[in-house]
């Protein structure tokens, strides 16, 4: 069966760095374009970043563009979100999901920090 | 970037309802419309693809419909399942954008 499962999480002060990894199993990962997601406490989804299934076309959202940086290494099945200079409202829950429009399975979610 | 308005943001109903939902797009993104479910502290779960596609598995009371700006979902009987908050998702253009959600209670 498909399985996601994102860690990396953490609580992590502002203008420092976290690397989220999204490990993959159950389909062919290096067949699928993958996304993350993110959802502040309380408040909606808002998609942060997408990748091809082969790493050549990656798309950045306008709030993390510069700062963050998706990547994948399809040899280990992982989804990587490399996160620079964190603010207090990069603070989220963070889904990696699978997809190349519509995202039909998601993991189960990262809680990222940003606190003083 | 395409904003996404969904309607409305919280709805009260009760079990056996007809419950619909409305996604705008501030511009035609033909079919390229999804809708998930989410419940509380759960990752979100694709209902609707391609505007009225259901995915694998969800029930048939589910329905999605519309094209270019105008979308619906709709919920033909409501059940104790389906109390959650729905949001609609454009995936035409980067950046992929999401509607505000809405939440469906119990009344």
């Known amino acids: 069966q498909v399985q996601l499962v994102e860690s990396g999480g953490g609580v992590v002060q502002p203008g420092r760095s976290l690397r989220l990894s999204c490990a993959a199993s159950?389909?062919?990962?290096?067949?699928?374009?993958m996304h993350w997601v993110r959802q502040a406490p309380g408040k909606g989804l808002e998609w942060v970043a997408g990748?091809?299934?082969?790493?050549?076309?990656?798309y950045h959202g306008d709030s993390v563009k510069g700062r963050f940086t998706i990547s994948r290494d399809n040899s280990k099945n992982t989804l990587y979100l490399q996160m620079n200079s964190l603010r207090v409202e990069d603070t989220a829950v963070y889904y990696c999901?699978?997809?190349?429009?519509?995202?039909?399975?998601w993991g189960q979610g990262t809680l990222v920090t940003v606190a003083p | 970037d395409i904003q996404m308005t969904q309607s409305p943001s919280t709805l009260s109903a009760s079990v056996g309802d007809r419950v619909t939902i409305s996604c705008r797009a501030s511009q035609d993104i033909s079919n390229w419309l999804a809708w998930y479910q989410q419940k509380p502290g759960k990752a979100p779960k694709l209902l609707i693809y391609?505007?009225?596609s259901l995915e694998s598995g969800v029930p048939s009371r589910f329905s999605g419909s519309g094209s270019g700006t105008e979308f619906t979902l709709t919920i033909s009987s409501l059940q104790p399942d389906d109390f959650a908050t729905y949001y609609c998702q454009q995936n035409d253009n980067y950046p992929l954008t999401f509607g505000g959600g809405t939440k469906v209670e119990i009344k």
């Open positions: 391609r505007a009225s």
């Open positions: 999901a699978r997809g190349s429009r519509e995202t039909d399975y």
């Open positions: 990748l091809s299934y082969d790493g050549s076309n990656e």
């Open positions: 159950g389909f062919a990962f290096n067949s699928f374009a």
